[in-house]
């Protein structure tokens, strides 16, 4: 059993910088891969960054890619999204979550445990 708990996220003017951290509780949670996800009003949610369990690997949509930085931090059960050159369309709740299995990926139905999730609002 693993949960999640996500924090930093608030209200930001385009360009400016915010970090995301998602605290972890559960020892599987440094064996499985991590990811970011996040949904905008009436939209779907939408995969935004995942990384291995040991950080080696990383993969991000495009949307997000040079702009945000995924990263963990085994030793404090915690995963971290570093958002930078923020954008009015990255405006959303994002949602940390924890995979099923070793292999990570972009769909969110291979992800077990979901955190409750943080308001990012861009204004323009």
């Known amino acids: 059993q693993v949960q999640l708990v996500e924090s930093g996220g608030g209200l930001v003017q385009a360009g400016d910088s915010l970090r995301l951290s998602c605290a972890a509780s559960g020892r599987t949670f440094n064996n499985v891969p991590m990811g970011w996800f996040r949904q905008a009003p009436g939209k779907e949610r939408e995969f935004v960054a995942t990384i291995t369990w040991n950080g080696v690997s990383t993969y991000y949509a495009d949307s997000v890619k040079g702009r945000f930085t995924i990263s963990r931090d085994n030793a404090k059960n915690t995963g971290y999204l570093q958002m930078s050159s923020l954008k009015s369309e990255d405006t959303a709740v994002y949602y940390c979550?924890?995979?099923?299995?070793?292999?990570?990926?972009?769909?969110?139905?291979?992800?077990?445990?979901w955190g409750q999730g943080t308001q990012v609002t861009v204004s323009s």
């Open positions: 979550a924890a995979g099923r299995g070793p292999l990570f990926s972009r769909k969110a139905v291979d992800y077990a445990y």
